[in-house]
């Protein structure tokens, strides 16, 4: 069974650029989540879709970051324009069940740099 | 004071060895822990879910301790490939109605030949 997949692996724009990054969640994965991870940090949760809908945005930062799921498949994160402080890794994970358990499987993570 | 909070480390440890790492969390309806290992520059890999009687996977041992809320993770005949950063995360959904996991800043463990 294929894991969850992001795109790109890295990405390095300037200051006032737009980005976006991609996820692809486990097949049959109804939960999908973002996390970021700045330097020095712990990872810090963004947002989580269930199939297609925002069930929570409580950890998108501000209006910069537009994250989507079209279909209730794979997912987009959009970060327009990009300050320096979006620099970090961008991880995705992606959960089967929501129940007690809501085991999240992560998948490699998109490093943001932003000049 | 964090949610989730973790001794960084690092635990340098011989080959063979049994450490154990700690890991407090400050939300006492918390019900859902997990911990995850981090090799440099990867992600975060689900290592075991921790279940209130504790459990057991091969050399890896994880416990829950609800009065005095923190979760442990006993890892035994350390091997070099187990050095690596360990994340303790949580969630509190039944408070929170929130799925999201808090991290803590993890544990670097080096093992030494």
């Known amino acids: 069974e294929a894991g969850v997949t992001q795109f790109p692996s890295h990405s390095v724009i300037e200051k006032g650029q737009t980005v976006t990054l991609r996820c692809d969640p486990i097949?049959?994965?109804?939960?999908l989540y973002w996390y970021r991870r700045v330097m020095g940090k712990e990872i810090k949760f963004l947002l989580h879709?269930?199939?297609?809908?925002?069930?929570?945005e409580s950890g998108m930062p501000n209006n910069r970051f537009l994250a989507e799921r079209t279909g209730g498949t794979y997912s987009t994160l959009k970060v327009q324009p990009a300050e320096l402080e979006d620099s970090g890794v961008y991880f995705c994970?992606?959960?089967?069940?929501?129940?007690?358990?809501?085991?999240?499987?992560f998948g490699p993570g998109t490093r943001l740099t932003v000049l | 004071r964090k949610e989730v909070e973790q001794d960084p480390g690092p635990f340098n440890v011989p080959e063979g060895a049994t450490v154990a790492f700690n890991c407090t969390y400050s939300?006492?309806?918390?019900?859902?822990f997990f911990w995850y290992r981090q090799d440099c520059r990867k992600e975060p890999k689900l290592l075991m879910s921790?279940?209130?009687s504790g459990n057991e996977d091969g050399r890896f041992t994880a416990q829950l301790n609800r009065a005095s809320q923190y979760i442990s993770l006993l890892i035994r005949d350390s091997k070099l490939s187990d050095s690596a950063t360990y994340l303790c995360?949580?969630?509190?959904?039944?408070?929170?109605?929130?799925?999201?996991?808090?991290f803590g800043s993890g544990t670097r463990l080096q093992v030494q030949p």
């Open positions: 994970a992606s959960s089967h069940y929501s129940g007690r358990s809501n085991e999240q499987f």
């Open positions: 097949s049959g994965h109804d939960n």
């Open positions: 879709f269930v199939k297609e809908s925002k069930q929570d």
């Open positions: 939300n006492s309806a918390s019900q859902s």
């Open positions: 921790v279940y209130s």
């Open positions: 995360a949580v969630n509190a959904w039944e408070d929170t109605g929130r799925r999201a996991l808090t």
